[in-house]
Nanobody, 116 residues
Framework: QVQLVESGGGLVQAGGSLRLSCAASGSTFSSYAMGWYRQAPGKQRELVAT???????NYADSVKGRFTISRVNAKNTVYLQMNSLKPEDTAVYHC??????????WGQGTQVTVSS
């Protein structure tokens, strides 16, 4: 069982920045594939960014060039740096871990609200 705890959400004006953090439990964090997803009211959860155990990254087209996903294995933590935020980025952001290529875990989420 892997526990994920997100933090760093909040209210920010359009054009501003936030950094989300996700702390994971477990002694083999470096082997987890990690990701950030978001869900806006009335919409389906969508992928924002992923990072493999080897550090390869992937982004949704809507956030490319504005968001950066990174990980610090020594801290069992994955980050999402969000710059140039837009009102359409408003959502609950969830951290995801995939362990052994089979088991997926989710955090409770952190609210990000971008005002215009």
């Amino acid at each position: 069982q892997v526990q994920l705890v997100e933090s760093g959400g909040g209210l920010v004006q359009a054009g501003g920045s936030l950094r989300l953090s996700c702390a994971a439990s477990g002694s083999t964090f470096s082997s987890y594939a990690m990701g950030w997803y978001r869900q806006a009211p009335g919409k389906q959860r969508e992928l924002v960014a992923t990072i493999t155990s080897g550090g390869s990254t992937n982004y949704a087209d809507s956030v490319k060039g504005r968001f950066t996903i990174s990980r610090v294995n020594a801290k069992n933590t994955v980050y999402l740096q969000m710059n140039s935020l837009k009102p359409e980025d408003t959502a609950v952001y969830h951290c995801n871990a995939v362990v052994g290529g089979l088991y997926g875990y989710w955090g409770q989420g952190t609210q990000v609200t971008v005002s215009s």
